[in-house]
């Protein structure tokens, strides 16, 4: 057998005043007294003493030279002989979620998770390896391969839980690729079992799982907190808010509108049935939006209990209308909220350089040659230009084909649309046709572009309208204010600044995922492989005998000293 | 260990106490007679206590002729004879008296000392006989306080009596003093009262008492020899004797001890209670002064 700390051993030699002193116990006190007048027949005497009295001493040595023996033993950390026999390599997997922030485990499933990477490295033998990899969102590896006991604790330092439910299948990948890579592998993961998605069951073999967090956790959360404008109204918006529960809970959420108070909800939350409401406003300015969940007697995951919605501010758009005055274009550019209208006409008044925060509309003309705009609508352009090549002028199109989920057309109907003249193009490589057209015979009953163009954000934007205003119909005269709405309300600035992410209705739950093969509830043990029997809260059963036995030494001691186990 | 040096046992607080108990004891006297104390026994005092006729051989100097003339008897007057009180005090010598500390003997000589003092300043004589000391000659009746420091010098050199492999009987011991025929008068007994056993302290008290002697007792013990210790096993010696006993010392023992101490202690009592023996029960923590003064106060010490 051998010992990580032979030297130990040397404290053996504590048996020598332990036997010292034994022997001086056992002989007898003289006293001297004045006389024996009293002493006389007075019982006990050492004489009657039963033979289980006078073993007991020897009894009582025994047993304080066996803890002794006990005590020296695991100092010196005996290993067995598989345990040297092969070094082991421990790929220690430590899940980042946020639900890990629990504090259904004392203090926290984060700090019992530490504990047990950090009682696993203290095992370590001298020969063997570990790496450290944190499964958060991706998984990362904290520190390399190493022998290095210090470089694991300070890597370990390092960790410290993400706010979303970790994606186990990027870390159970890396964990078995790493696995392969070295001989005597074993993967232990410490985690709470709260995953999304859920890894596949192959990805779970071969895996020791080392569970931590409580049997019965009690959470309510906001699993949903966000705001939007109205598509059809921007200056309008909604926010949608979603609480749930893993238990009972009574709670109270308090939503507030730049710290204004506007709403408190007193709620009654079962689990499995979540509690959904939508506020509705009005606003063209920023507004940051902020709900927080309060008066709950047990919460377990803090993290879901604030969550933050942000409504960007709407800002007015420029439209540089190069055209003649026109009234139903004109008309439909005031109708848009929002929106700025400049009129530039001729064509020779337009400035040389484009303004990029403007959008150009050309009716009638075509842009100057080298003018590229960061957003521009082209009417009936009867000329070739960047957007491609002109064809000539076709007659009696139906439109055929729409792509309806394009931002620029939402809400934008074109099925029965009916143009009587249309101009044939060639669209540039690269350009999307948003909607097409079947013509007649001058077209061949060829499909032919009817709105195409680029229209995405970081590169400059345009779109090509294949026909004039006055060739549409009624129903396309309805649809062209909604059409420029869009290109308006796309051309908004993003939100910058967004709120942080919710944890979700998944760690709301605190449960751990079916498809662990664990039970749903408790920790559990890890096997061992190399040397370490110790779990999430248990030390080996042996250790916990030497500190038993370490505490009983000076316990026998007194008691045999006072006579009290005579 | 004892003390032999007399002004180390004997310190000058002490002694100048014991001249204001002197004091005391002289009004306690005066009470009732003078220093002087009538005897049983006739004498050439002034005072007349009877006629008696005359026969051969008294002295004819005594005849009262005016009764012979007025009796035609010859007649001898006699008178009551005035003598001094003859106060004993036997010290207890035996090796359990050098146990404590301070050691009983200290206690029980300095205890002496001041008896024979207050005897001393009453004009009466003093004796002291070291019991169970019989190689250190006894002090020999006297009187007079210019006596007392060659007294306090013989107390302090008084040693114990050596370890022997019997213990002493207090009943010996008191029997080889009477034999020693002691003028009578006044007993003082100071010593532990451990004899060999309870019956032969009570002897040794009866056979003081039927020497027709007034007899007192002041006992002396040391307090931790009221309680067997602190729990263990023990090899109890006697210091008198050496023998050895093995103990075990646990509370059930503790309990008994004291018991056993206690119903000594009572028998004693009940003892001097039933034969009118005056008894002072002490130990070594109450100042010698202290004691005396009790013992003036008490009665039976003081006559």
């Known amino acids: 057998m051998n010992f990580l700390w032979p030297l130990a051993w040397g404290l053996g030699a504590l048996a020598l005043p332990v036997i010292a002193l034994y022997l001086i ?58 345990q040297t026999a092969k070094p082991a390599a421990v790929i220690l997997v430590l899940d980042t979620s946020v639900t890990m922030t629990a504090a259904d485990a004392a203090p926290s499933r984060w700090e019992a998770a530490l504990q047990t990477v950090r009682r696993r490295v203290a095992h370590l033998r001298l020969f063997d390896e570990a790496i450290l990899v944190a499964a958060g969102e991706a998984p990362r590896v904290l520190c390399p391969w190493t022998r290095s006991k210090p470089a694991l604790e300070r890597a370990l330092k390092t960790a410290a839980p993400g706010g979303t439910v970790s994606d186990m299948r990027g870390a159970l990948a890396l964990a078995h690729h790493l696995a392969a890579q070295r001989k005597n592998s074993e993967i ?25 967090g409580a049997k019965e956790p009690v959470n309510a959360g906001i699993t949903l907190f966000t705001a ?30 730049d710290g204004a108070l506007i ?62 005055p026109h009234a139903f274009l004109d008309a439909a550019l005031e109708a848009l909220p929002l929106v700025e209208t400049h009129r530039t006409w001729p064509l020779t008044a337009l400035p040389a350089a484009p303004d990029p925060s403007r959008l150009y509309l050309f009716y009638g003309c075509v842009p100057p040659e080298g003018f590229q705009p960061s957003a521009m ?48 193009y060639t669209p540039a490589p690269g350009a999307t046709l948003f909607a097409q057209y079947l013509a007649g015979e001058s077209g061949g009953h060829a499909e032919k572009p009817l709105l195409f163009g680029q229209w995405k954000a970081g590169a400059p934007r345009w779109l090509v309208q294949a026909f004039g205003l006055e060739d549409s119909d009624f129903v396309y005269r309805t649809a062209f204010p909604v059409l420029l709405a869009n290109l308006v309300q796309s051309l908004q600035p993003e939100e910058t600044e967004k709120a942080p992410p919710l944890p979700g209705s998944v760690a709301t739950q605190l449960k751990r995922a079916p498809g662990t093969g664990a039970p749903a509830s408790g920790p559990s043990e890890a096997p061992a492989r190399s040397g370490w029997l110790g779990g999430a809260s248990s030390l080996p059963v042996w250790w916990w005998a030497l500190v038993a036995g370490a505490l009983w030494l000076p316990l026998e001691w007194a008691l045999f000293h006072r006579r009290i186990t005579e | 260990m004892i003390e032999t040096n007399p002004d180390q046992l004997f310190d000058a607080a ?8 002197s004091l005391l004891a002289r009004r306690i006297v005066s009470g009732k007679m003078r220093a002087e104390r009538r005897s049983s026994r006739f004498g050439s005092s002034i005072e007349f206590a ?129 034999a020693s025929q002691p003028r009578r008068g006044m007993v003082i007994w100071v010593s532990d009262l451990w004899g060999a056993d309870l019956e032969d302290a009570l002897h040794a008290l009866d056979r003081l008492r039927y020497a027709r002697h007034e007899l007192a007792v002041i006992q002396v013990i040391d307090p931790t020899e009221t309680d067997a210790g602190e729990r263990g096993e023990y090899e109890v010696v006697d210091e008198e004797t050496g023998a050895p006993r093995k103990v075990i010392v646990d509370h059930r023992t503790r309990a008994e001890y004291r018991e056993r101490v206690e119903a000594y202690q009572e028998s004693i009592r009940s003892y001097c209670r039933r034969h009118q023996v005056a008894l002072i029960q002490t130990n070594t923590r109450v100042a010698a002064p202290d004691l005396l003064m009790q013992s003036l106060l008490q009665g039976g010490f003081v006559k």
């Open chain 1, 25 to 82: 116990r056992t002989r007898l006190q003289r006293k001297p007294v004045s006389t024996l007048l009293f002493w006389e027949h007075l019982t006990p005497q050492v004489y009657n003493h039963s033979l289980w009295r006078k073993l007991r001493r020897w009894v009582s040595l025994a047993l304080q030279l066996l803890f002794l023996l006990l005590l020296v033993l695991a100092i010196a950390q005996p290993l067995a002989a598989w």
């Open chain 1, 188 to 212: 232990l993961l410490v985690s709470d079992g709260v995953w999304e998605p859920e890894p596949a069951p192959e990805a779970l073999k071969e895996v020791h799982f080392q569970w931590v």
């Open chain 1, 228 to 257: 939007r404008r109205s598509l059809a109204a921007p200056g309008e918006y909604q926010v949608i808010g979603r609480v749930a529960a893993s238990a009972p809970v009574e709670a109270e959420l308090e939503v507030r509108a």
């Open chain 1, 263 to 324: 709403d408190v909800q007193k709620l009654k939350l079962e689990p499995g049935k979540p509690w959904r409401k939508t506020w509705e406003g009005s606003a063209t300015g920023a507004v940051r939006f902020e709900a927080r969940l309060t008066e709950m007697k047990r919460d377990d995951l803090a993290a879901d209990n604030v969550a933050q919605a942000s409504l960007p501010a709407l800002h007015p758009v420029p439209v540089e209308v190069v055209a003649p």
């Open chain 1, 377 to 424: 609508l082209v009417i009936n352009p009867q000329a070739d230009g960047p957007w491609g090549k002109y064809d000539g002028p076709l007659d009696s199109a139906l439109v055929s084909e729409t792509l309806r989920d394009e931002p620029i057309l939402r809400f934008v109907s074109l099925d029965n649309v009916r143009l009587d003249k249309v101009s044939g």
């Open chain 2, 14 to 21: 002490f002694l100048a106490q014991l001249e204001s108990l």
């Open chain 2, 50 to 178: 009877e006629y008696r006729p005359f026969i051969s051989g008294d002295d004819w100097r005594h005849i009262d002729w005016n009764a012979f003339a007025r009796w035609r008897q010859l007649v001898l007057k006699l008178f009551v004879e005035e003598e001094d009180l003859h106060v004993h005090l036997l010290l207890d010598c035996s090796a359990s008296m050098d146990w404590g500390e301070p050691a009983k003997f200290d206690q029980a000589r300095r205890i002496v000392a001041g008896l024979a003092y207050i005897t001393l300043a009453n004009l009466d004589r003093a004796a002291v006989m070291p019991l169970g000391a019989e190689r250190y000659e006894p002090w020999r009746p006297s009187r007079g306080k210019h006596r007392f420091l060659q007294l306090l010098r013989y107390l302090a050199q008084c040693p114990v009596a050596a370890r022997r492999p019997e213990p002493r009987r207090l009943e010996e011991a008191a029997r080889r003093w009477i």
